[in-house]
Protein backbone atom coordinates (compact mmCIF):
# COMPACT_ATOMS: atom_id res chain seq x y z
CA UNK A 1 0.00 0.00 0.00
CA UNK A 2 1.58 3.36 -1.17
CA UNK A 3 2.49 6.10 1.34
CA UNK A 4 0.79 9.33 2.29
CA UNK A 5 3.70 10.87 0.63
CA UNK A 6 3.66 8.56 -2.37
CA UNK A 7 -0.01 9.37 -2.23
CA UNK A 8 0.11 12.86 -2.36
CA UNK A 9 2.38 12.45 -5.44
CA UNK A 10 0.26 10.56 -7.55
CA UNK A 11 -2.64 12.99 -6.35
CA UNK A 12 -0.65 16.10 -8.23
CA UNK A 13 -0.04 13.84 -11.05
CA UNK A 14 -4.04 13.02 -11.21
CA UNK A 15 -4.43 17.06 -11.84
CA UNK A 16 -2.14 17.05 -14.37
CA UNK A 17 0.95 19.00 -12.00
CA UNK A 18 4.19 18.96 -14.11
CA UNK A 19 5.73 21.03 -12.11
CA UNK A 20 6.84 21.88 -8.78
CA UNK A 21 8.80 24.57 -6.95
CA UNK A 22 10.79 24.21 -3.77
CA UNK A 23 13.30 24.73 -0.86
CA UNK A 24 14.24 21.05 0.82
CA UNK A 25 13.71 20.70 4.02
CA UNK A 26 14.07 17.50 6.31
CA UNK A 27 10.55 18.20 7.42
CA UNK A 28 8.89 16.79 4.18
CA UNK A 29 11.73 14.38 3.26
CA UNK A 30 9.06 11.03 2.39
CA UNK A 31 7.64 13.57 -0.58
CA UNK A 32 11.17 14.57 -1.74
CA UNK A 33 11.90 10.52 -2.11
CA UNK A 34 8.00 10.00 -3.80
CA UNK A 35 8.77 13.26 -6.06
CA UNK A 36 12.25 11.64 -7.73
CA UNK A 37 11.33 9.05 -9.83
CA UNK A 38 7.56 10.58 -10.53
CA UNK A 39 8.38 12.69 -13.89
CA UNK A 40 7.53 15.70 -12.27
CA UNK A 41 10.00 18.71 -12.45
CA UNK A 42 11.20 19.58 -9.20
CA UNK A 43 12.52 23.21 -9.87
CA UNK A 44 14.73 24.08 -6.38
CA UNK A 45 14.72 27.47 -5.52
CA UNK A 46 16.95 29.60 -3.24
CA UNK A 47 14.38 31.12 -1.09
CA UNK A 48 11.17 29.92 0.03
CA UNK A 49 9.77 33.46 -1.19
CA UNK A 50 11.52 32.58 -4.93
CA UNK A 51 9.79 29.29 -4.52
CA UNK A 52 5.90 30.86 -3.54
CA UNK A 53 6.54 33.50 -6.31
CA UNK A 54 7.46 31.18 -9.26
CA UNK A 55 4.64 28.74 -7.57
CA UNK A 56 2.39 32.17 -8.02
CA UNK A 57 3.21 32.87 -11.45
CA UNK A 58 2.79 29.55 -12.97
CA UNK A 59 -0.81 29.28 -11.34
CA UNK A 60 -1.34 32.63 -12.92
CA UNK A 61 -0.11 31.31 -16.35
CA UNK A 62 -1.97 27.74 -16.65
CA UNK A 63 -4.81 28.76 -14.72
CA UNK A 64 -4.27 25.74 -12.47
CA UNK A 65 -2.55 26.14 -9.18
CA UNK A 66 0.73 26.62 -8.90
CA UNK A 67 2.48 24.02 -6.20
CA UNK A 68 5.22 24.38 -3.73
CA UNK A 69 7.40 23.01 -1.16
CA UNK A 70 8.84 24.70 1.78
CA UNK A 71 9.52 23.23 4.84
CA UNK A 72 8.54 24.07 8.54
CA UNK A 73 8.57 27.04 10.52
CA UNK A 74 10.95 29.88 8.68
CA UNK A 75 10.28 28.47 5.67
CA UNK A 76 6.80 28.77 5.58
CA UNK A 77 7.10 32.06 7.13
CA UNK A 78 9.59 33.04 4.28
CA UNK A 79 6.65 31.54 1.63
CA UNK A 80 4.26 33.66 3.15
CA UNK A 81 4.90 36.95 0.39
CA UNK A 82 4.10 34.45 -2.56
CA UNK A 83 1.10 33.52 -0.51
CA UNK A 84 -0.23 36.82 0.37
CA UNK A 85 0.54 38.13 -3.50
CA UNK A 86 -1.77 34.55 -4.70
CA UNK A 87 -4.45 35.98 -2.11
CA UNK A 88 -4.46 39.29 -3.42
CA UNK A 89 -3.83 38.52 -7.00
CA UNK A 90 -6.91 35.96 -7.26
CA UNK A 91 -4.06 32.99 -8.02
CA UNK A 92 -5.09 29.51 -7.72
CA UNK A 93 -1.69 28.11 -5.20
CA UNK A 94 -1.52 25.20 -3.26
CA UNK A 95 1.55 25.44 -1.06
CA UNK A 96 2.82 22.31 1.39
CA UNK A 97 4.40 22.58 4.22
CA UNK A 98 6.28 20.43 6.74
CA UNK A 99 5.35 20.01 10.16
CA UNK A 100 6.66 19.03 13.04
CA UNK A 101 5.83 15.22 14.31
CA UNK A 102 2.27 15.13 15.59
CA UNK A 103 3.63 13.75 19.11
CA UNK A 104 5.27 17.33 19.42
CA UNK A 105 2.47 19.76 18.31
CA UNK A 106 1.87 22.19 20.74
CA UNK A 107 4.64 21.71 22.71
CA UNK A 108 6.75 24.89 20.68
CA UNK A 109 9.01 22.61 19.22
CA UNK A 110 12.19 23.27 16.62
CA UNK A 111 10.57 25.31 14.19
CA UNK A 112 6.46 24.50 14.98
CA UNK A 113 4.24 27.29 14.11
CA UNK A 114 0.58 26.93 14.26
CA UNK A 115 -0.25 27.12 10.52
CA UNK A 116 -4.00 28.08 10.92
CA UNK A 117 -3.38 31.01 13.11
CA UNK A 118 -0.18 32.51 10.51
CA UNK A 119 -2.24 31.88 7.10
CA UNK A 120 -5.51 31.86 8.33
CA UNK A 121 -6.18 35.34 7.21
CA UNK A 122 -4.39 35.29 3.60
CA UNK A 123 -5.37 31.32 2.76
CA UNK A 124 -8.64 30.42 1.76
CA UNK A 125 -8.16 27.20 3.63
CA UNK A 126 -5.43 25.51 6.09
CA UNK A 127 -4.83 21.83 6.27
CA UNK A 128 -3.44 19.81 8.48
CA UNK A 129 -3.06 15.82 7.67
CA UNK A 130 -3.97 13.74 10.78
CA UNK A 131 -4.06 9.69 10.96
CA UNK A 132 -7.59 9.84 10.05
CA UNK A 133 -7.71 11.97 6.49
CA UNK A 134 -7.19 10.28 2.94
CA UNK A 135 -4.37 12.08 1.73
CA UNK A 136 -5.76 11.62 -1.89
CA UNK A 137 -9.53 13.31 -1.14
CA UNK A 138 -7.39 16.00 0.86
CA UNK A 139 -5.53 17.00 -2.32
CA UNK A 140 -8.34 16.78 -3.96
CA UNK A 141 -10.14 19.65 -1.63
CA UNK A 142 -7.16 21.37 -1.97
CA UNK A 143 -7.01 22.01 -5.50
CA UNK A 144 -11.00 22.16 -5.58
CA UNK A 145 -10.87 25.37 -3.02
CA UNK A 146 -7.90 26.93 -4.52
CA UNK A 147 -9.51 27.52 -7.85
CA UNK A 148 -13.25 27.42 -6.96
CA UNK A 149 -15.07 31.14 -6.71
CA UNK A 150 -12.28 33.79 -6.41
CA UNK A 151 -9.41 32.12 -6.61
CA UNK A 152 -6.41 32.31 -3.94
CA UNK A 153 -3.93 29.95 -2.26
CA UNK A 154 -4.66 26.86 0.08
CA UNK A 155 -2.21 25.62 2.61
CA UNK A 156 -1.44 22.14 3.54
CA UNK A 157 0.39 20.85 6.51
CA UNK A 158 2.48 17.73 6.44
CA UNK A 159 3.26 16.41 9.66
CA UNK A 160 6.70 14.66 9.59
CA UNK A 161 5.84 11.34 11.17
CA UNK A 162 3.03 10.85 9.47
CA UNK A 163 4.35 11.22 5.57
CA UNK A 164 5.73 7.70 5.96
CA UNK A 165 2.67 5.91 6.69
CA UNK A 166 0.82 3.74 4.55
CA UNK A 167 -2.27 5.48 4.23
CA UNK A 168 -5.88 4.65 2.82
CA UNK A 169 -6.40 3.15 -0.75
CA UNK A 170 -6.53 5.82 -2.78
CA UNK A 171 -9.78 6.93 -3.86
CA UNK A 172 -11.69 7.82 -7.02
CA UNK A 173 -10.44 11.41 -8.66
CA UNK A 174 -12.72 13.26 -6.63
CA UNK A 175 -13.03 17.01 -7.90
CA UNK A 176 -16.43 18.39 -9.40
CA UNK A 177 -16.39 20.45 -12.33
CA UNK A 178 -17.13 24.39 -11.42
CA UNK A 179 -20.63 25.87 -11.81
CA UNK A 180 -21.98 27.04 -14.77
CA UNK A 181 -23.66 30.40 -15.26
CA UNK A 182 -27.44 29.84 -13.31
CA UNK A 183 -30.48 30.67 -15.37
CA UNK A 184 -31.35 33.09 -13.12
CA UNK A 185 -28.86 35.41 -13.60
CA UNK A 186 -30.53 38.50 -15.32
CA UNK A 187 -28.35 38.41 -18.56
CA UNK A 188 -31.66 40.67 -20.06
CA UNK A 189 -30.89 43.30 -17.63
CA UNK A 190 -27.15 43.75 -18.89
CA UNK A 191 -27.97 44.00 -22.31
CA UNK A 192 -31.04 46.52 -21.30
CA UNK A 193 -28.00 48.97 -20.19
CA UNK A 194 -25.52 48.28 -22.31
CA UNK A 195 -28.28 49.14 -25.59
CA UNK A 196 -29.16 51.65 -23.88
CA UNK A 197 -26.22 54.20 -22.81
CA UNK A 198 -23.90 57.05 -25.10
CA UNK A 199 -21.05 57.21 -22.74
CA UNK A 200 -20.25 53.58 -21.55
CA UNK A 201 -16.77 51.94 -20.23
CA UNK A 202 -16.00 48.73 -19.53
CA UNK A 203 -13.07 47.92 -16.69
CA UNK A 204 -11.61 44.94 -16.99
CA UNK A 205 -9.61 42.59 -14.31
CA UNK A 206 -9.42 40.07 -12.26
CA UNK A 207 -7.95 36.09 -12.39
CA UNK A 208 -9.29 33.20 -14.25
CA UNK A 209 -9.07 34.15 -17.58
CA UNK A 210 -7.80 32.40 -21.06
CA UNK A 211 -7.06 33.26 -24.48
CA UNK A 212 -10.54 32.26 -25.47
CA UNK A 213 -12.32 34.40 -22.93
CA UNK A 214 -9.97 37.36 -23.87
CA UNK A 215 -10.91 36.95 -27.52
CA UNK A 216 -14.39 36.89 -26.81
CA UNK A 217 -13.88 40.31 -25.03
CA UNK A 218 -12.80 41.75 -27.46
CA UNK A 219 -15.11 40.64 -29.89
CA UNK A 220 -17.84 41.67 -27.91
CA UNK A 221 -16.57 45.25 -27.60
CA UNK A 222 -15.74 45.22 -31.73
CA UNK A 223 -19.31 44.44 -31.90
CA UNK A 224 -20.99 46.45 -29.02
CA UNK A 225 -18.70 49.32 -29.60
CA UNK A 226 -17.56 49.69 -26.18
CA UNK A 227 -14.49 51.21 -25.04
CA UNK A 228 -12.32 49.11 -22.99
CA UNK A 229 -9.93 49.70 -20.03
CA UNK A 230 -7.61 47.25 -17.74
CA UNK A 231 -7.06 47.76 -14.22
CA UNK A 232 -3.64 48.07 -12.40
CA UNK A 233 -1.46 45.07 -13.91
CA UNK A 234 -3.85 43.01 -16.16
CA UNK A 235 -3.16 44.77 -19.02
CA UNK A 236 -2.81 41.34 -21.00
CA UNK A 237 -6.06 41.41 -20.65
CA UNK A 238 -6.98 43.56 -23.96
CA UNK A 239 -4.87 44.12 -26.83
CA UNK A 240 -3.20 47.55 -26.69
CA UNK A 241 -3.19 47.85 -30.51
CA UNK A 242 -7.23 47.29 -30.77
CA UNK A 243 -9.08 50.25 -31.66
CA UNK A 244 -11.35 49.82 -28.55
CA UNK A 245 -8.55 50.10 -25.65
CA UNK A 246 -8.74 52.87 -23.72
CA UNK A 247 -5.77 52.33 -21.27
CA UNK A 248 -5.22 50.99 -18.07
CA UNK A 249 -6.47 52.23 -14.44
CA UNK A 250 -3.74 52.35 -12.10
CA UNK A 251 -0.61 54.16 -10.91
CA UNK A 252 -0.25 57.18 -12.75
CA UNK A 253 -3.89 56.88 -14.63
CA UNK A 254 -4.61 58.90 -17.72
CA UNK A 255 -6.07 62.02 -16.58
CA UNK A 256 -8.36 61.53 -19.42
CA UNK A 257 -9.02 58.44 -18.89
CA UNK A 258 -10.24 59.01 -15.34
CA UNK A 259 -12.46 61.97 -16.64
CA UNK A 260 -13.68 59.67 -19.15
CA UNK A 261 -14.92 57.01 -16.37
CA UNK A 262 -16.69 59.81 -14.35
CA UNK A 263 -18.13 61.18 -16.76
CA UNK A 264 -19.25 57.60 -18.49
CA UNK A 265 -23.63 57.08 -18.37
CA UNK A 266 -22.39 52.88 -17.44
CA UNK A 267 -19.53 51.78 -16.10
CA UNK A 268 -19.17 47.66 -16.24
CA UNK A 269 -16.58 46.36 -14.01
CA UNK A 270 -16.19 42.94 -15.60
CA UNK A 271 -14.53 40.54 -13.35
CA UNK A 272 -12.40 42.79 -11.18
CA UNK A 273 -12.45 43.54 -6.86
CA UNK A 274 -11.74 47.31 -8.32
CA UNK A 275 -9.33 47.86 -5.14
CA UNK A 276 -7.57 50.38 -3.68
CA UNK A 277 -5.10 50.93 -6.71
CA UNK A 278 -8.04 51.15 -9.87
CA UNK A 279 -10.19 52.84 -7.85
CA UNK A 280 -7.63 55.17 -7.09
CA UNK A 281 -8.05 55.16 -3.41
CA UNK A 282 -11.18 53.76 -3.35
CA UNK A 283 -12.89 57.39 -5.01
CA UNK A 284 -12.88 56.67 -8.68
CA UNK A 285 -16.47 55.20 -8.86
CA UNK A 286 -17.92 57.62 -5.99
CA UNK A 287 -18.77 59.44 -8.70
CA UNK A 288 -21.27 62.95 -8.27
CA UNK A 289 -22.70 61.93 -12.19
CA UNK A 290 -26.13 60.99 -10.99
CA UNK A 291 -26.64 59.45 -14.62
CA UNK A 292 -23.75 56.73 -13.91
CA UNK A 293 -25.03 53.28 -13.74
CA UNK A 294 -22.13 50.45 -12.64
CA UNK A 295 -23.01 46.94 -13.51
CA UNK A 296 -20.81 44.50 -11.62
CA UNK A 297 -19.93 41.14 -12.83
CA UNK A 298 -17.63 38.95 -10.19
CA UNK A 299 -18.02 35.40 -9.07
CA UNK A 300 -17.48 36.71 -5.12
CA UNK A 301 -20.91 37.85 -3.31
CA UNK A 302 -18.11 39.61 -0.75
CA UNK A 303 -16.54 41.36 -3.38
CA UNK A 304 -19.15 43.00 -5.39
CA UNK A 305 -19.74 46.65 -5.05
CA UNK A 306 -22.54 47.17 -2.78
CA UNK A 307 -24.31 50.44 -4.58
CA UNK A 308 -24.12 48.84 -8.25
CA UNK A 309 -27.02 48.97 -9.74
CA UNK A 310 -26.37 45.41 -11.43
CA UNK A 311 -24.53 42.40 -9.86
CA UNK A 312 -23.97 39.59 -12.24
CA UNK A 313 -22.24 36.56 -10.16
CA UNK A 314 -19.90 34.91 -12.17
CA UNK A 315 -16.95 35.03 -14.04
CA UNK A 316 -16.81 37.31 -17.17
CA UNK A 317 -15.77 33.79 -18.82
CA UNK A 318 -19.60 32.66 -18.45
CA UNK A 319 -21.24 35.87 -19.46
CA UNK A 320 -19.11 36.37 -22.48
CA UNK A 321 -20.12 32.80 -23.17
CA UNK A 322 -23.70 33.72 -22.91
CA UNK A 323 -23.54 36.82 -25.00
CA UNK A 324 -21.56 35.66 -27.77
CA UNK A 325 -24.51 35.16 -30.60
CA UNK A 326 -26.45 38.36 -29.08
CA UNK A 327 -26.90 40.58 -32.00
CA UNK A 328 -25.71 44.37 -30.77
CA UNK A 329 -28.47 47.15 -30.39
CA UNK A 330 -27.46 50.94 -30.03
CA UNK A 331 -24.19 50.88 -31.58
CA UNK A 332 -24.41 53.60 -33.91
CA UNK A 333 -24.30 56.54 -31.21
CA UNK A 334 -21.18 55.48 -29.47
CA UNK A 335 -18.77 55.34 -32.45
CA UNK A 336 -16.91 58.73 -31.63
CA UNK A 337 -17.11 58.02 -27.88
CA UNK A 338 -14.69 54.62 -28.81
CA UNK A 339 -12.63 56.63 -31.18
CA UNK A 340 -12.07 59.65 -28.54
CA UNK A 341 -10.95 57.53 -26.16
CA UNK A 342 -8.97 55.44 -28.25
CA UNK A 343 -7.26 59.01 -29.33
CA UNK A 344 -6.63 60.08 -25.80
CA UNK A 345 -4.93 56.40 -24.92
CA UNK A 346 -2.25 57.06 -28.30
CA UNK A 347 -1.48 61.03 -27.10
CA UNK A 348 -0.45 59.24 -23.51
CA UNK A 349 1.23 56.52 -24.47
CA UNK A 350 2.94 57.28 -27.80
CA UNK A 351 5.84 60.24 -27.04
CA UNK A 352 7.41 59.20 -23.89
CA UNK A 353 8.65 62.92 -22.21
CA UNK A 354 12.53 63.12 -22.22
CA UNK A 355 13.43 62.27 -18.45
CA UNK A 356 16.73 63.02 -16.79
CA UNK A 357 20.11 62.00 -17.87
CA UNK A 358 21.06 59.98 -20.90
CA UNK A 359 19.00 56.37 -20.08
CA UNK A 360 15.63 57.15 -21.50
CA UNK A 361 13.10 54.75 -19.68
CA UNK A 362 10.41 55.74 -21.87
CA UNK A 363 12.44 55.09 -25.14
CA UNK A 364 13.98 51.92 -24.02
CA UNK A 365 10.64 50.88 -23.59
CA UNK A 366 9.00 52.07 -26.36
CA UNK A 367 12.09 50.23 -28.65
CA UNK A 368 11.12 47.24 -26.57
CA UNK A 369 7.51 47.16 -27.79
CA UNK A 370 8.44 47.83 -31.44
CA UNK A 371 11.57 45.60 -31.72
CA UNK A 372 9.82 42.47 -30.45
CA UNK A 373 7.30 39.18 -30.97
CA UNK A 374 3.75 39.82 -29.50
CA UNK A 375 4.10 36.44 -27.69
CA UNK A 376 7.27 38.12 -25.29
CA UNK A 377 6.75 37.77 -21.60
CA UNK A 378 7.39 40.65 -19.24
CA UNK A 379 7.25 40.37 -15.79
CA UNK A 380 8.15 43.13 -12.77
CA UNK A 381 7.90 43.32 -9.22
CA UNK A 382 6.88 46.69 -7.42
CA UNK A 383 8.96 49.94 -7.71
CA UNK A 384 8.61 53.24 -9.53
CA UNK A 385 10.37 51.43 -12.71
CA UNK A 386 7.39 50.15 -13.68
CA UNK A 387 5.61 53.01 -14.48
CA UNK A 388 7.42 53.29 -17.69
CA UNK A 389 6.48 49.66 -18.36
CA UNK A 390 2.64 49.93 -17.93
CA UNK A 391 2.40 53.16 -19.68
CA UNK A 392 4.78 52.53 -22.84
CA UNK A 393 4.61 49.25 -23.42
CA UNK A 394 1.61 47.34 -25.21
CA UNK A 395 0.85 44.15 -24.85
CA UNK A 396 -0.97 42.23 -27.48
CA UNK A 397 -2.28 38.95 -25.79
CA UNK A 398 -3.31 36.90 -23.30
CA UNK A 399 -0.08 35.83 -21.07
CA UNK A 400 2.59 38.18 -21.58
CA UNK A 401 2.36 40.25 -18.30
CA UNK A 402 2.92 38.85 -14.83
CA UNK A 403 3.28 41.83 -12.23
CA UNK A 404 1.84 41.47 -8.63
CA UNK A 405 -1.09 43.40 -7.64
CA UNK A 406 -0.13 42.83 -4.10
CA UNK A 407 2.47 45.11 -5.18
CA UNK A 408 5.77 42.95 -3.35
CA UNK A 409 8.84 43.74 -4.50
CA UNK A 410 10.74 41.08 -5.74
CA UNK A 411 8.28 39.16 -7.66
CA UNK A 412 9.83 39.43 -11.30
CA UNK A 413 12.51 37.63 -11.41
CA UNK A 414 11.19 34.45 -9.94
CA UNK A 415 7.91 35.22 -12.09
CA UNK A 416 10.18 35.26 -15.15
CA UNK A 417 12.20 32.20 -14.10
CA UNK A 418 8.14 30.37 -14.10
CA UNK A 419 7.13 32.13 -17.09
CA UNK A 420 10.62 30.73 -19.42
CA UNK A 421 10.12 27.00 -17.35
CA UNK A 422 6.54 26.99 -19.21
CA UNK A 423 7.64 28.23 -22.30
CA UNK A 424 11.05 27.79 -23.28
CA UNK A 425 10.38 28.71 -26.63
CA UNK A 426 9.43 32.81 -26.01
CA UNK A 427 11.57 35.69 -24.84
CA UNK A 428 10.69 36.39 -21.15
CA UNK A 429 11.67 39.43 -20.14
CA UNK A 430 12.01 40.66 -16.17
CA UNK A 431 12.08 44.40 -15.25
CA UNK A 432 13.40 45.11 -11.24
CA UNK A 433 14.94 48.19 -9.21
CA UNK A 434 17.63 47.90 -8.07
CA UNK A 435 15.77 47.32 -4.46
CA UNK A 436 13.34 45.17 -6.19
CA UNK A 437 15.79 42.68 -7.52
CA UNK A 438 17.91 42.47 -4.53
CA UNK A 439 15.11 41.12 -2.34
CA UNK A 440 15.02 37.58 -4.51
CA UNK A 441 18.35 37.81 -6.72
CA UNK A 442 19.87 35.36 -5.89
CA UNK A 443 17.17 33.31 -7.51
CA UNK A 444 19.05 33.73 -10.87
CA UNK A 445 20.72 30.92 -9.73
CA UNK A 446 18.21 29.04 -10.48
CA UNK A 447 17.94 30.27 -13.58
CA UNK A 448 21.11 29.17 -14.24
CA UNK A 449 20.67 25.79 -12.71
CA UNK A 450 17.51 25.57 -15.06
CA UNK A 451 18.81 26.64 -18.09
CA UNK A 452 16.02 29.05 -17.84
CA UNK A 453 17.25 32.32 -20.34
CA UNK A 454 15.69 35.06 -19.23
CA UNK A 455 17.09 38.05 -19.40
CA UNK A 456 16.93 40.57 -16.69
CA UNK A 457 16.90 44.10 -16.63
CA UNK A 458 18.23 46.17 -13.64
CA UNK A 459 16.88 49.73 -13.70
CA UNK A 460 19.23 51.58 -10.77
CA UNK A 461 19.22 54.48 -9.59
CA UNK A 462 20.82 53.52 -6.16
CA UNK A 463 17.87 53.99 -3.97
CA UNK A 464 14.19 52.89 -2.67
CA UNK A 465 12.62 54.90 -5.39
CA UNK A 466 8.74 54.52 -4.39
CA UNK A 467 9.72 54.99 -0.98
CA UNK A 468 12.14 58.00 -1.69
CA UNK A 469 9.40 59.69 -4.33
CA UNK A 470 6.82 59.65 -1.06
CA UNK A 471 9.76 60.92 1.94
CA UNK A 472 9.99 63.93 -0.57
CA UNK A 473 6.70 64.75 -0.80
CA UNK A 474 5.97 63.95 3.31
CA UNK A 475 9.61 64.94 4.81
CA UNK A 476 11.19 67.18 2.33
CA UNK A 477 15.00 67.48 2.48
CA UNK A 478 15.09 64.66 5.01
CA UNK A 479 16.44 62.07 3.21
CA UNK A 480 17.06 58.93 5.61
CA UNK A 481 17.22 55.16 5.20
CA UNK A 482 16.24 55.52 1.50
CA UNK A 483 19.75 55.09 -0.56
CA UNK A 484 21.05 51.96 -1.16
CA UNK A 485 24.72 50.74 -2.26
CA UNK A 486 24.68 48.38 -5.26
CA UNK A 487 26.94 45.82 -6.57
CA UNK A 488 27.79 45.15 -10.49
CA UNK A 489 25.13 43.78 -11.39
CA UNK A 490 26.27 42.53 -14.76
CA UNK A 491 29.64 41.57 -12.96
CA UNK A 492 26.86 39.32 -10.72
CA UNK A 493 25.56 37.79 -14.03
CA UNK A 494 28.68 36.28 -14.82
CA UNK A 495 30.11 34.84 -11.31
CA UNK A 496 26.39 33.10 -10.93
CA UNK A 497 27.30 31.83 -15.09
CA UNK A 498 25.60 33.64 -16.94
CA UNK A 499 25.88 36.87 -19.03
CA UNK A 500 26.07 40.70 -18.04
CA UNK A 501 25.91 43.81 -19.76
CA UNK A 502 26.11 47.19 -18.78
CA UNK A 503 23.99 50.14 -20.14
CA UNK A 504 24.40 53.82 -19.81
CA UNK A 505 22.23 55.16 -22.49
CA UNK A 506 19.14 54.29 -24.52
CA UNK A 507 20.74 53.09 -27.81
CA UNK A 508 23.17 50.86 -26.05
CA UNK A 509 19.58 48.97 -24.78
CA UNK A 510 18.69 47.27 -27.99
CA UNK A 511 22.28 46.40 -29.34
CA UNK A 512 22.87 44.37 -25.71
CA UNK A 513 18.97 42.89 -25.80
CA UNK A 514 19.87 41.28 -28.99
CA UNK A 515 23.10 39.98 -28.36
CA UNK A 516 21.89 38.67 -24.79
CA UNK A 517 18.88 36.68 -26.50
CA UNK A 518 21.35 35.17 -29.65
CA UNK A 519 24.12 34.14 -26.55
CA UNK A 520 21.48 31.74 -24.88
CA UNK A 521 22.04 32.27 -21.55
CA UNK A 522 20.29 33.76 -18.31
CA UNK A 523 21.32 37.38 -18.47
CA UNK A 524 21.32 40.38 -16.24
CA UNK A 525 21.23 44.13 -18.41
CA UNK A 526 22.48 46.62 -15.40
CA UNK A 527 20.77 50.04 -16.50
CA UNK A 528 22.10 53.21 -14.85
CA UNK A 529 19.60 55.67 -14.37
CA UNK A 530 19.50 59.11 -13.58
CA UNK A 531 17.90 59.73 -9.81
CA UNK A 532 16.15 62.35 -10.62
CA UNK A 533 14.38 60.41 -12.96
CA UNK A 534 11.90 59.52 -10.38
CA UNK A 535 8.44 58.78 -12.54
CA UNK A 536 7.53 59.75 -15.99
CA UNK A 537 6.68 62.78 -15.82
CA UNK A 538 8.36 64.08 -12.64
CA UNK A 539 11.63 64.89 -11.18
CA UNK A 540 12.77 64.47 -7.93
CA UNK A 541 14.09 67.78 -6.74
CA UNK A 542 10.69 69.08 -7.51
CA UNK A 543 8.94 66.36 -5.48
CA UNK A 544 9.62 68.43 -1.90
CA UNK A 545 8.51 71.86 -3.69
CA UNK A 546 5.57 70.76 -5.70
Not at 21 to 39: H, I, K, M, T
Not at 236 to 260: M, S, T, V, W
Not at 312 to 334: F, K, Q
Not at 353 to 369: D, E, H, K
Request: aromatic share 8%.
Amino acid sequence: MPTNAEQLVKRLLTHKVDRVFCVPGESYLDVLDALRDSGVDTVVARHEGGAAFMAEADGKLTGRPGVAFVTRGPGATNASCGVHTAQQDSTPLVLFVGQVATTMLGRDAFQEIDYQHYFGGIAKKVYQITEEDNMSDLVDEAFQIATDGRPGPVIVALPEDLQGLEGEKSTAFGVSSKASISENIDIQSFLDYVASCKAPLVLVGGSGWNETSVGQLQKFAERWNLPVGVVFRRQQLFDHDHRCYAGDCGIGINPKLRERIENSDLVVVLGSRFSEIPSQGYTLLETSNRDQKLVHVHISDCDRFPHADLTISCHPNELLDALEEVAPVGVAPRREWVETARTEYEAWTSQPTPNPGPLQMGQIIRNLRENTSNDLIITNGAGNYSGWIHRFFRYRGFGTQLAPTSGSMGYGLPAAIAAKLRYPDRTVVCFAGDGCFQMTGMEFATAVQKQANIIVVVVDNGMYGTIRMHQERRYPERVHATDIVNPDFAQMADAFGGVGFTIHTANEFLEYFHEAVALGKPAILHMHLDPEAITPTETLSKLGTA
